[in-house]
């Protein structure tokens, strides 16, 4: 019976963790949570052990943390920091089987760490750029040239071949075709972006096959069915590509999320903060730095936790 509550006070302390990284609580979820764990002391324990484990690898799916906290919470205080360190070596494991059985990107021919850019030279000459947390397969056949990016951001500069090929990117939403070109290729969860340097591309959407031909310095975003509204290049999009974010009057949670492949853990952001417009030039190599800068100019509390691997930006207190 006491294996059966246990069971579910980690399953309910689960759901509270998924509905804390999709959003930030309301104060009446907030105040809910608070009842939850106060409502016996098994409570507060396995919330304890879920956000030391959570904020410690926050990439791990929750689901494999449910044994985890289960171990921690079984043990009696003299033996659970053993079992706690033990736990924490054996977690990476846990997460790279994840990573290997359901996330396709972990098996790429080349990805990038988390902060990390990596060049690729490609068989015909041509080049990527991976910004951090990016993933690509490559395959090249007699009729065609095609990069898969499983995850993140690539900068991709072809060269000419001497067969011909086409050179295509794609997405889970659709194809991006240099046509002679460098560019800029971003998949994010529900739309690909992608910004041409130099050259041209042509890009097509993978359910309804419509297409369009970006050219010097236009961007444009697509989903799987339609392509948005073509626009003049950012110049500052690629600017990662030489180390730096530059950007201008760009909402705070917009900022946040290109900082994500720099930053190893989860940074929450409090929504009465997020439309702040930030502008300026931030080193992507100096987190810190850029922590620092944001919280001088704009007036923020920035809280950095478990080794950088949660960071909760807050509007400054008086």
Do not use: C
Request: charged share 20%; hydrophobic share 35%.
């Amino acid at each position: 019976m006491q294996q059966a509550t246990r069971q579910k006070i980690i399953e309910e302390a689960s759901e509270w963790l998924m509905r804390m990284q999709e959003q930030e609580l309301s104060p009446q979820e907030q105040q809910q949570l608070q009842e939850w764990q106060q409502q016996s002391p098994m409570h507060q324990k396995v919330w304890q052990n879920a956000l030391k484990l959570q904020t410690k690898f926050s990439d791990v799916p929750l689901d494999l943390l449910h044994p985890v906290l289960d171990k921690l919470d079984s043990a009696n205080d003299q033996q659970s920091h053993k079992k706690y360190i033990w736990l924490l070596a054996i977690l990476p494991a846990l997460s790279a089987l994840y990573y290997a059985n359901d996330q396709q990107q972990w098996l790429a021919d080349h990805r990038s760490a988390v902060g990390e850019r990596k060049t690729i030279t490609l068989p015909d000459g041509g080049k990527i750029i991976l910004n951090g947390r990016s993933a690509i397969d490559v395959d090249y056949s007699d009729k065609q040239r095609t990069v898969v990016l499983r995850k993140g951001e690539i900068w991709i500069e072809t060269q000419p071949d001497s067969l011909k090929r086409p050179f295509i990117v794609e997405t889970k939403q659709g194809t991006a075709q240099a046509l002679g070109t460098q560019y800029l290729v971003r998949m994010q969860p529900k739309q690909t972006f992608v910004a041409v340097h130099r050259g041209a591309v042509k890009i097509r959407t993978q359910v309804n096959q419509q297409e369009a031909i970006l050219n010097l310095n236009q961007q444009a975003y697509f989903d799987q069915h339609h392509i948005d509204t073509v626009h003049p290049m950012d110049v500052n999009q690629y600017s990662w590509t030489k180390g730096f974010l530059m950007v201008n009057e760009m909402p705070l949670k917009d900022f946040i999320q290109r900082l994500q492949p720099y930053q190893k853990g989860k940074i929450q952001l409090d929504r009465h903060i997020q439309d702040i417009k930030i502008s300026g030039t931030y080193p992507v190599d100096d987190l810190q730095q850029i922590y620092t800068m944001l919280a001088q100019t704009y007036h923020l509390d920035i809280d950095i936790y478990a080794g950088g691997y949660w960071v909760r930006i807050l509007p400054k207190k008086n």
